[in-house]
T-cell receptor, first 113, second 115 residues
Framework: AQTVTQSQPEMSVQEAETVTLSCTYD???????LFWYKQPPSRQMILVIR??????QNATENRFSVNFQKAAKSFSLKISDSQLGDTAMYFC??????????FGKGTKLSVKP | KAGVTQTPRYLIKTRGQQVTLSCSPI?????VSWYQQTPGQGLQFLFE???????NKGNFPGRFSGRQFSNSRSEMNVSTLELGDSALYLC??????????????FGPGTRLTVL
């Protein structure tokens, strides 16, 4: 089965600190794409960052970076200098063989002042 | 460039009725995918349309159907509504290139409540 697992249902972090969200996945493909999406309480799902599996360099977008471990099938998201606006559900997703996104159950992140 | 728009944002229906949801993709995007989001099942793929044709389909009953128009706008229809169809329905658009490499951008969703 093609699955994406997020083992942390909820996390909290103090403003300005760093937090890491975990994600593991299952696939038999050699090349694929991984994504982190953010869904704030307003519900709009926003793309945070994406990683191409054949690229060894970890993707970075401003305060967001990933730690991609292909052999371990691990894809964690690091948020540096956390801000109150980072409070949201974070979903890890992998592109399935048919093109659809396969999502994890999500991690609810709360940034506290 | 305007984002993905979905109408209506909220909808209340009763069991047995049918409902139609609409999605307008980002300009230039030719692929539209639909997802159902519920607290219990999470985010599940319904189907994808590309160039007015259903390209991929998830594991949902035939009561769930969709279509895409020549301007890439898409509609999703659910017939004979059941209580379990209450969910947030998300639409996502993408350029429509190779499915495995395309990036999807989501709309705000339609919250459907079935009474």
């Amino acid at each position: 089965a093609q699955t994406v697992t997020q083992s942390q249902p909820e996390m909290s972090v103090q403003e300005a600190e760093t937090v890491t969200l975990s994600c593991t996945y299952d696939t038999s493909e050699s090349n694929y794409y991984l994504f982190w999406y953010k869904q704030p309480p307003s519900r709009q799902m926003i793309l945070v960052i994406r990683q191409e599996a054949y690229k060894q360099q970890n993707a970075t977008e401003n305060r967001f970076s990933v730690n991609f471990q292909k052999a371990a099938k691990s894809f964690s998201l690091k948020i540096s200098d956390s801000q109150l606006g980072d409070t949201a559900m974070y979903f890890c997703a992998r592109r399935g063989s048919q093109g659809n996104l396969i999502f994890g159950k999500g991690t609810k992140l709360s940034v506290k002042p | 460039k305007a984002g993905v728009t979905q109408t209506p944002r909220y909808l209340i229906k009763t069991r047995g009725q049918q409902v139609t949801l609409s999605c307008s993709p980002i300009s230039g995007h030719r692929s539209v995918s639909w997802y159902q989001q519920t607290p219990g099942q999470g985010l599940q793929f319904l189907f994808e349309y590309f160039s007015e044709t259903q390209r991929n389909k998830g594991n949902f009953p035939g009561r769930f159907s969709g279509r895409q128009f020549s301007n890439s706008r898409s509609e999703m229809n659910v017939s004979t509504l059941e209580l379990g169809d209450s969910a947030l329905y998300l639409c996502a658009s993408s350029l429509g290139g190779l499915p495995s490499t395309d990036t999807q951008y989501f709309g705000p969703g339609t919250r459907l409540t079935v009474l």
